[in-house]
């Protein structure tokens, strides 16, 4: 069964530096979403991304952060100078429709800002 | 602003036992979804709900869509342990960008 990849499963960072968070989603999927997850707090919007462009970003997702389509299969998450407070589980998902969408979420990369 | 507020946080219960997880809002929504989630994994999609009063089963479980749209509810029926997990909710946002709106989530356990 296809499924959303995402690497590393741990990232371990000093606060200021940059990270780079990857996901490889399902092949034929045409709408990508990044979520948080600080821990013990509910699974949280970051951005979705449509046709190589954000569609829609929350708050959280200010000038600190950026995604990318680089090449057709990766999509990245980009937080160029992490803080303490970036410190949870990021979650990709990804989708092929978008109405009444079904969204397939990867394993979670759990950056630890220190 | 779309919320969901999901209830209870927390349940434990016998193995045997029935239970009802709710998911209300203030607001339409125009699907909701149903995920658990195991402990360091993402969350895994149960169940979509699209049509008002719509009603899903999937083996002991069973989902629901309020007339409204506004709310949601899972019963799991004669609980078993396996069933022991977190149980989310998730509206598609009216913005229509596929975004998901998520409620806190009900922590399940059931007891042998």
């Known amino acids: 069964e296809p499924e959303v990849t995402q690497t590393p499963s741990h990232q371990v960072t000093q606060m200021g530096q940059e990270v780079i968070l990857r996901c490889v989603p399902i092949?034929?999927?045409?709408?990508f979403y990044w979520y948080r997850q600080i821990l013990g707090q509910k699974v949280e919007f970051l951005v979705s991304?449509?046709?190589?462009?954000?569609?829609?970003k929350s708050e959280i997702f200010d000038d600190q952060f950026s995604v990318e389509r680089p090449d057709g299969s990766n999509f990245t998450l980009k937080i160029r100078s992490t803080k303490l407070e970036d410190s949870a589980m990021y979650f990709c998902?990804?989708?092929?429709?978008?109405?009444?969408?079904?969204?397939?979420f990867g394993a979670g990369t759990r950056l630890s800002v220190l | 602003t779309q919320l969901l507020e999901q209830s209870p946080q927390f349940l434990s219960i016998q193995e045997g036992e029935n239970l009802t997880v709710y998911c209300n809002s203030s607001s339409v929504f125009s699907s909701l979804q149903w995920y658990r989630q195991e402990p360091g994994e993402g969350p895994v999609l149960l169940v979509t709900?699209?049509?008002?009063?719509e009603v899903k089963k999937l083996k002991r479980l069973t989902f629901q869509f309020g007339d409204a749209r506004k709310d949601s509810s899972l019963h799991i029926t004669a609980a078993q342990p396996g069933d022991t997990g977190l149980y989310l909710c998730?509206?598609?946002?009216?913005?229509?960008?596929?975004?998901?709106?998520f409620g806190q989530g009900t922590t399940l356990q059931v007891k042998p």
């Open positions: 709900v699209v049509t008002g009063g």
């Open positions: 998902a990804s989708t092929r429709y978008r109405a009444k969408n079904i969204q397939y």
């Open positions: 998730a509206g598609e946002h009216s913005s229509n960008t596929g975004k998901l709106i």
């Open positions: 991304f449509y046709n190589n462009e954000i569609s829609e």
């Open positions: 092949s034929n999927h045409l709408y």
